[in-house]
T-cell receptor, first 116, second 115 residues
Framework: AQSVTQLDSHVSVSEGTPVLLRCNYS??????LFWYVQHPNKGLQLLLK??????LVKGINGFEAEFKKSETSFHLTKPSAHMSDAAEYFC??????????????FGQGTELSVKP | DGGITQSPKYLFRKEGQNVTLSCEQN?????MYWYRQDPGQGLRLIYY???????QKGDIAEGYSVSREKKESFPLTVTSAQKNPTAFYLC??????????????FGDGTRLSIL
């Protein structure tokens, strides 16, 4: 069965320090993986996606993620946190179900706090 | 600007009442989705539609109903049978549901509360 696990429910960093949000996935097939960000009372915005091309994926706002098949991980990183990065982040795996197209499976979310 | 518009932003439901949440998209996407978001539980799929006049149940469809009469519109009705409707509801769309690498685009949500 396909699943996604975000290893931290809450991460707190200081402004200007690196960000690491961890995600492990389980998939029977070569998955498509996404990171989304959600600011309070807003919808989800796509940060980046992996679809079996380069294993290091660059996204918006300076974020990037590395797909590691051997570790079944897709961790999200940013070299230097900004106050505006404070939000909830979702790791998402897309699976293909026969005759039903693609389905998204969401992680539980990681809340990122950024201290001045 | 293309996007997804959800209305209203806040909605209150009385006991025994049905309420309808609106979702409109001008992205010319074939597929549309409804999710429910509860604190600490991520997003759960309620219903989805691959094409006009067709829709399928998601993981938590009980107490909800949908229609897809137009490509741009996918309204969700929360019926009185849904005993715990308080949540944040998100509508999304994607170009097609045929491939697993299609990202979904989200509206800004409707927060539903019980009076």
């Amino acid at each position: 069965a396909q699943s996604v696990t975000q290893l931290d429910s809450h991460v707190s960093v200081s402004e200007g320090t690196p960000v690491l949000l961890r995600c492990n996935y389980s998939s029977s097939y070569s998955p498509s993986l996404f990171w989304y960000v959600q600011h309070p009372n807003k919808g989800l915005q796509l940060l980046l996606k992996y679809t079996s091309a380069a294993t290091l994926v660059k996204g918006i706002n300076g974020f990037e993620a590395e797909f590691k098949k051997s570790e079944t991980s897709f961790h999200l990183t940013k070299p230097s946190a900004h106050m505006s990065d404070a939000a909830e982040y979702f790791c998402v795996v897309s699976v293909r179900i026969y005759n039903q197209g693609g389905k998204l499976i969401f992680g539980q979310g990681t809340e990122l706090s950024v201290k001045p | 600007d293309g996007g997804i518009t959800q209305s209203p932003k806040y909605l209150f439901r009385k006991e025994g009442q049905n309420v309808t949440l609106s979702c409109e998209q001008n992205l010319n996407h074939d597929a549309m989705y409804w999710y429910r978001q509860d604190p600490g539980q991520g997003l759960r799929l309620i219903y989805y539609s691959q094409i006009v006049n067709d829709f399928q149940k998601g993981d938590i469809a009980e107490g909800y109903s949908v229609s897809r009469e137009k490509k741009e519109s996918f309204p969700l009705t929360v019926t009185s049978a849904q005993k715990n409707p308080t949540a944040f509801y998100l509508c999304a769309s994607s170009l097609t549901e045929l491939y697993s690498n299609q990202p979904q685009h989200f509206g800004d949500g409707t927060r539903l509360s019980i009076l």
